[in-house]
């Protein structure tokens, strides 16, 4: 298993542009989330979705949207990049559940907007 | 206030000492805490997780809460060089239609020197 994975691991954007951020999982989870990480503010939650064809808002979701058009797949989108949105991405998935089941981690996605 | 406390550091210690990484919450519905260490570069994995009070021991770490202070902490004992990464406190949050949220702290940079 490969677990939780993320596509790009890094890309430079330039102010106004969009990009498309992926996240995969194979353990066939219910819940999955987008974080952003920066320092000293730990992780954020951006958006989340509780099943295939549903999303939800959370901490921070201005200026991104989200979809899960299949149950593995999990899509971040900035349809205008600023240099606020300059941070480290993670996607987490979690089977449905107890509050103790853990969410499991992708790699990250650096994203550098100048 | 943020509801999940955290000092983040950065913390530095020589091999072998105790260390000793704290989080205080506000919110005392708060049941189950976790925490999560993240290496450079990479997601999340968590760590160890505990439930109400008390104590519970894995190896060298043991995770503490006291629910009457809303204080949590993680004991690394015998540090190693190895222990050297950012760990964050976690918090799954309250309630029927938490669909498995965690509240993060701003995470401790621990750094293990030989």
């Known amino acids: 298993n490969a677990g939780v994975t993320q596509t790009p691991k890094f890309r430079v954007l330039k102010t106004g542009q969009s990009m498309t951020l992926l996240c995969a999982q194979d353990?066939?989870?219910?819940?999955m989330y987008w974080y952003r990480q920066d320092p000293g503010m730990g992780l954020r939650l951006i958006h989340y979705?509780?099943?295939?064809?549903?999303?939800a808002k959370g901490e921070v979701p201005d200026g991104y949207n989200v979809s899960r058009l299949k149950k593995q797949n999990f899509l971040l989108g900035l349809e205008s990049a600023a240099p606020s949105q300059t941070s480290v991405y993670f996607c987490?998935?979690?089977?449905?559940?107890?509050?103790?089941?853990?969410?499991?981690f992708g790699p990250g996605t650096r994203l550098l907007v100048l | 206030q943020k509801e999940v406390e955290q000092d983040p550091g950065p913390l530095s210690v020589p091999e072998g000492a105790i260390v000793s990484l704290n989080c205080t919450y506000s919110?005392?519905?708060?049941?189950?805490f976790m925490w999560y260490r993240q290496y450079s570069r990479k997601g999340p994995e968590l760590l160890m997780y505990?439930?109400?009070?008390g104590n519970k021991e894995d190896g060298r770490f043991t995770a503490q809460v006291d629910k009457s202070s809303k204080y949590i902490s993680l004991f690394i004992r015998d540090s190693q060089p190895s222990d050297s990464a950012t760990y964050l406190c976690?918090?799954?949050?309250?309630?029927?239609?938490?669909?498995?949220?965690?509240?993060f702290g701003q995470g401790t940079i621990l750094t293990v020197h030989p």
């Open positions: 979705s509780v099943g295939e064809g549903t999303t």
């Open positions: 505990t439930y109400s009070s």
């Open positions: 353990m066939n989870h219910e819940y």
């Open positions: 976690a918090i799954p949050n309250a309630g029927g239609t938490s669909y498995g949220k965690l509240t």
């Open positions: 987490a998935s979690k089977a449905a559940g107890g509050r103790k089941e853990t969410q499991y």
């Open positions: 919110n005392s519905a708060f049941q189950y």
